[in-house]
């Protein structure tokens, strides 16, 4: 065993926190200048150009530019969705007031780049930690930009994923600092940033939850005697309580107040009595399962990833609507090569990757406090693209580990210090551009187009000056959120906002004739505005049916299609945004309005494409 300790092992490296800053800022920059590949691509093209900067690229980024705005000038429209009390678009507005000398367009393009880089800085100090800052460094320059990683964080894509693994990884590194250097210090700080990436995004209580039942495993197996660390573990109990976010602040410091000035002291008396140091573990799973943890497990059962199905069955009396989730690309299933590419960026990076992550794992056992975010990465073969982030900095590290392994025995073949020194930082260095390279080829392919260019964004201004705020665009789901930010009005469906429920008025409203279009526009209005003022649920057709007293949607149509129908009045003026990118998603369209609402069973339909000399059918 001690053999194999010494084969893994990195020993002990001293170098001064001047240094490890150093090479934070150069790992830092090369993931900056890497994402200036792009810029190099669309620069100079006019219709990618819009108020004096690049136009971003993800629907998903208008909708936190919106609530960043609208704080900024200081209020909004009455149930116009606008997300003005979200961290992201929060901090967003933050920055910007941080720097009025940077446009607000130009800001929300280029702050994804730079945000999302900070992951180098816990890369680094886990690598310090297990031992090799330089392991960390070289596992920076990796994590920052590998294939998947670099797709959500790029210029442009403005959106929660530019701190949605920054914010784990550095409570992780902080876990981990507490349980080495058994400092409480670490583990308040890294409950604190628990709770702010819970304000983050939502999906991150689940991370939490894992974060805490992985370290009272660690604690078993490594320290079960250890009775302060059990105290250590209450600090990760605190952000999942069922409570509001700023009495989990005031609870974190409160403990940290009371563990600091009260429970330490009683510790090492306390540590003498095994029955004490039972007792509080028990009382600390205990408390835990009966507070947080069996309702998480229910949830996490039931959640839509775990339970994909076709239609939105709701119950058999209701309608049954289509799923969303069936037509979200990143939600798919997707092959093992895309997965591991994805990941690593090349089959050679992701099995070097997952053997030196293991071997770091068996040599530094606190290492599986990053458990979760690597079985979450996995967890894209159930859950879709999108989770393979979290697994990129884990396999980056297991990268790094190979390289640093392979340098260390080289260079013992030199004799002189000096040389032999220099030779293990250049080959460590060569080998990990050889992971490194595969993901620099992909980013000068990946060249994503903005989601509307300038002529689309010129008419969503003229659009802007003709409707007021309150009136509505109809329009797709794609478009929602960049209709809101550049016409200002409403939309009936955006990308938060489209279940399968929603999403057929909207579809009935734009593969119909054009009366029974018009009719079912402004009853979608009438049903959504009604729906604010009395928080009811979101299955408008069946509110529609209810009000004109008819027992199947079927005869509902049939009414749709007279001119004379008896609509009810509406305040607001109804606009059809219609990009002609649409046509490439129109057949998706038609599906969510084309299926018998009764079993759920598809209908199949017709779409023509005139331009494109083809025709579509489903």
Do not use: C
Not at 249 to 271: Q, T
Not at 477 to 484: A, K, N, S
Not at 514 to 538: D, I, Q
């Amino acid at each position: 065993m001690d053999n194999w300790k010494k084969f893994l092992g990195l020993g002990e490296e001293f170098l001064s926190l001047n240094v490890v800053w150093l090479l934070i800022f150069v790992a830092y920059a090369f993931n900056i200048a890497v994402r200036y590949i792009y810029i190099g691509y669309i620069d100079g093209q006019s219709q990618l150009f819009w108020n004096n900067t690049f136009i971003i690229n993800t629907n998903d980024g208008f909708y936190w530019a919106e609530g960043a705005r609208d704080i900024l000038n200081g209020g909004h429209q009455s149930n116009d969705l606008s997300p003005v009390h979200t961290m992201a678009a929060v901090l967003t507005a933050m920055i910007a007031k941080l720097l009025p000398f940077v446009s607000f367009d130009t800001l929300i393009f280029y702050l994804p780049g730079f945000l999302s880089s900070l992951i180098v800085i816990p890369l680094i100090f886990i690598g310090r930690l297990v031992g090799s800052t330089w392991l960390g460094f070289l596992a920076a320059l990796l994590g920052g930009m590998a294939w998947s990683y670099y797709h959500r964080t790029m210029f442009g894509y403005i959106d929660t994923d530019m701190l949605i693994v920054v914010l784990p990884l550095s409570a992780i590194a902080l876990m981990m600092y507490s349980f080495a250097k058994n400092e409480k210090i670490y583990m308040m700080l890294a409950a604190i940033v628990e709770v702010f990436m819970m304000q983050w995004h939502g999906g991150m209580y689940n991370v939490v939850n894992s974060l805490f039942i992985v370290s009272f495993i660690y604690v078993l197996i490594f320290a079960r005697m250890q009775l302060n660390y059990y105290l250590f573990l209450i600090y990760l109990i605190i952000p999942v309580l069922p409570m509001d976010v700023t009495w989990k602040y005031i609870f974190v410091i409160a403990y940290g107040a009371l563990h600091w000035f009260v429970l330490e002291s009683r510790v090492e008396h306390l540590v003498k009595k095994p029955k004490t140091v039972w007792g509080l573990a028990i009382g600390v799973v205990g408390g835990y399962l009966i507070f947080v943890g069996l309702p998480w497990i229910n949830n996490v059962i039931h959640n839509t990833y775990f339970t994909r199905a076709v239609t939105d069955s709701m119950a058999d009396d209701k309608l049954h609507y289509f799923s969303v989730l069936n037509t979200v690309r990143e939600a798919g299933h997707i092959s093992y090569d895309t997965i591991v590419h994805r990941i690593s960026g090349s089959w050679l990076g992701f099995i070097t990757g997952l053997v030196g992550y293991l071997f770091l794992l068996v040599r530094y056992p606190l290492l599986m406090l990053s458990l979760p975010l690597l079985a979450l990465g996995f967890f894209t073969l159930k859950g879709g693209l999108r989770f393979t982030i979290f697994a990129v900095p884990l396999m980056a590290l297991g990268n790094a580990f190979i390289a640093i392994l392979i340098a260390k025995y080289v260079k013992n073949a030199f004799i002189n210090d000096k040389v032999a020194k220099s030779a293990y930082h250049i080959i460590s260095l060569g080998i990990m551009g050889l992971f490194i390279y595969p993901n620099y080829q992909h980013i000068h392919k990946y060249i994503v187009p903005p989601v509307m260019n300038k002529t689309e964004i010129e008419t969503l201004e003229k659009l802007k000056h003709i409707a007021k705020r309150t009136d509505y665009a109809l329009s797709w789901w794609d478009y929602g959120y960049p209709i809101r930010y550049y016409a200002d009005v409403k939309t009936l469906v955006d990308g938060g906002k489209h279940t399968g429920a929603v999403n057929f008025p909207v579809s009935f409203a734009l593969t119909r004739d054009l009366v029974s279009s018009r009719n079912m526009a402004v009853l979608a209005v009438y049903e959504t505005e009604k729906s604010f003022k009395t928080k009811r649920g979101n299955d408008y057709l069946q509110y529609m049916m209810e009000d004109y007293n008819v027992s199947t949607p079927e005869k509902l149509f049939e009414m749709l299609k007279s001119p004379n129908f008896p609509l009810p009045k509406i305040k607001e003026d109804i606009y059809y945004v219609l990009p002609y990118r649409m046509m490439d998603i129109f057949p998706t369209v038609a599906v969510f309005s084309t299926l018998d609402l009764h079993s759920g069973k598809q209908h199949s339909h017709f779409f023509y494409a005139p331009k494109q000399g083809r025709k579509i059918q489903d």
